[in-house]
């Protein structure tokens, strides 16, 4: 089973700068979309940036300028680099990764396997003004 791990988390003044990292594990071969979301408290979850194994981005409006999403495929990675950071940026931080095709040894020949819509446990950002 593929797990995500995060770091890079942390409290910074309004301003600074935090890179946000990401790990996947389990068997992979490929994962087609990663992403970063955030949920502050009584908010929902919505996307901050995705990337495609081709690299292809895509980015909230509101993080736009100041976050970029860049990823390491020979090693499952996905980081958010994070600049110019203010208070409403504060939220849990949950890395997403979704379409994953992971590979097991059979008895005579390798099994495909596809897992969707995996999240990490969130790391915690906080912006202070």
């Known amino acids: 089973q593929v797990q995500l791990v995060e770091s890079g988390g942390g409290l910074v003044q309004a301003g600074g700068s935090l890179r946000l990292s990401c790990a996947a594990s389990?068997?992979?071969?490929?994962?087609?979309?990663m992403g970063w979301y955030r949920q502050a408290p009584g908010k929902q979850r919505d996307l901050v940036a995705a990337?495609?194994?081709?690299?292809?981005?895509i980015y909230a409006n509101s993080v736009k300028g100041r976050f970029t999403i860049s990823r390491d495929n020979a090693n499952n990675m996905v980081y958010l680099q994070m600049n110019s950071l203010k208070p409403e940026d504060t939220a849990v931080y949950y890395c997403?990764?979704?379409?994953?095709?992971?590979?097991?040894?059979?008895?005579?020949?390798?099994?495909?396997?596809?897992?969707?819509?995996?999240w990490g446990q969130g790391t915690q950002v906080t912006v202070s003004s």
């Open positions: 990337i495609t194994s081709g690299s292809s981005t």
């Open positions: 389990g068997n992979i071969v490929s994962i087609n979309v």
């Open positions: 997403n990764a979704d379409r994953i095709t992971t590979r097991v040894q059979g008895v005579s020949a390798p099994i495909d396997s596809y897992e969707y819509n995996v």
